[in-house]
Every structure is written in C-alpha cells, then in structure tokens.
T-cell receptor, first 111, second 115 residues
Framework: AQTVTQSQPEMSVQEAETVTLSCTYDTSENNYYLFWYKQPPSRQMILVIRQEAYKQQNATENRFSVNFQKAAKSFSLKISDSQLGDTAMYFCAFRDDKIIFGKGTRLHILP | DAEITQSPRHKITETGRQVTLACHQTWNHNNMFWYRQDLGHGLRLIHYSYGVHDTNKGEVSDGYSVSRSNTEDLPLTLESAASSQTSVYFC??????????????FGQGTRLTVV
C-alpha cells in the first residue's frame, strides 16, 4: 500500500525567509501524481502545487516550488519570501487511483 | 461556477444514532472521496467511488458506509455513531487519475461531535 510521510510536525520561520517542507512516499507504481495542499485556519483545503511523476522538471507556482526526486521518492516544498498568509497546515498527497495524504506539517510564519 | 458542498457544516449527535453527511458536487467528476481529519493523523481515507454504483473501502472504513446513485452525490452514513467518530469530515471529487488536472477539489468540511 502507498504511504506518505511528512517528518516535520511543526515548523516556524521568520517572515521573508525561505522554508522547505519535507515529504517522502512509498509506491511500486511508475505513473502517479503528487500534490501539496494548504489548509489555513478556515479549514478549506487549497491546492498549492502539483507534479506529474513522468515529468522530470520540478513544478513551480510563483513563490512555491518543489524538489521532486523520483528515485528517492522525495517531494519537498519550498516556499520563498514567506508571508504571514502562508501560516497554515500543509499536506503532501500521493495519487495513483485514490489520493493518500501525509499527516501534515503545521507552518508558522512569524512577523 | 462548479463547486462541492457538504451539509451540515456542524452536527452534534448521540452515541448509537445513525447519521448521514451529505456531499454534492457540480464538477461532473466521476471520482469522489470521503476523508476524516484528526489531530496527529492528517486526512485518512474512509470510502471512495469511481462512478455510479461503485464504492470502495478506504483505510478507516469500519462503521461507515456510502452509496452512489448518481454522479453528483456521495452521502456518508455512520451506522451507529461512536465517540471515536468525533472528527472533521471532508468530501472531495476529482477527474480520473491520468486526466489533466487530476487533483481533488474539497468541500468545506463537516465537524461531527458524538456525545
């Protein structure tokens, strides 16, 4: 069965700094998708970024980028120039047919 | 605009009662999912469906059931509510794996308290 591991339950960084959230996964599949979701205090789940496993190029969305290492089964999220509004729970997710989530990393951006 | 809605947003029920949480999506997605979110566990998959009349058990399906009679709805039923089922429940829908833009779209969540 596929598993997703986020090893950092909680992190804090100063505003404007860069922070990296870690995610590893386990699968025997070759074609799959990876996602990072953000959950602010409003509880809404918001897609941050997606990565197709067959694409070698790392995905980027404005201040958010990923480091996808397929052989190592690693999918980390980098947030550049962090902002107070980035304070949230972040979930890494793996998809082949169903979607499996990690336990999340609670990120605090400090003023 | 297409959306996915859950109702109710909050519910308190008594142990042993049957409870149904509604999920309705207008994305015309075939895939629908139910998750529960608990502190320290992230989102855990309860049941999922790939289309009408299709249902599958997830990681934590005991005590829950779903039925899919149309594309838009996937209600989640707690047969006999237990205190361990106090949680926040999320419904999600998506296109099939392999489609462009295969991420899940989520409802607002339902906070269920079993007393």
């Amino acid at each position: 069965a596929q598993t997703v591991t986020q090893s950092q339950p909680e992190m804090s960084v100063q505003e404007a700094e860069t922070v990296t959230l870690s995610c590893t996964y386990d699968t025997s599949e070759n074609n799959y998708y990876l996602f990072w979701y953000k959950q602010p205090p409003s509880r809404q789940m918001i897609l941050v970024i997606r990565q197709e496993a067959y694409k070698q190029q790392n995905a980027t969305e404005n201040r958010f980028s990923v480091n996808f290492q397929k052989a190592a089964k690693s999918f980390s999220l980098k947030i550049s120039d962090s902002q107070l509004g980035d304070t949230a729970m972040y979930f890494c997710a793996f998809r082949d047919d169903k979607i499996i989530f990690g336990k999340g990393t609670r990120l605090h951006i400090l003023p | 605009d297409a959306e996915i809605t859950q109702s109710p947003r909050h519910k308190i029920t008594e142990t042993g009662r049957q409870v149904t949480l509604a999920c309705h999506q207008t994305w015309n997605h075939n895939n629908m999912f139910w998750y529960r979110q608990d502190l320290g566990h992230g989102l855990r998959l309860i049941h999922y469906s790939y289309g009408v009349h299709d249902t599958n058990k997830g990681e934590v399906s005991d005590g829950y059931s779903v039925s899919r009679s149309n594309t838009e709805d996937l209600p989640l039923t707690l047969e006999s509510a237990a205190s361990s089922q106090t949680s926040v429940y999320f419904c999600a829908s998506s296109l099939e794996a392999g489609a462009i833009g295969t991420e899940a779209f989520f409802g607002q969540g339902t906070r269920l308290t079993v007393v």
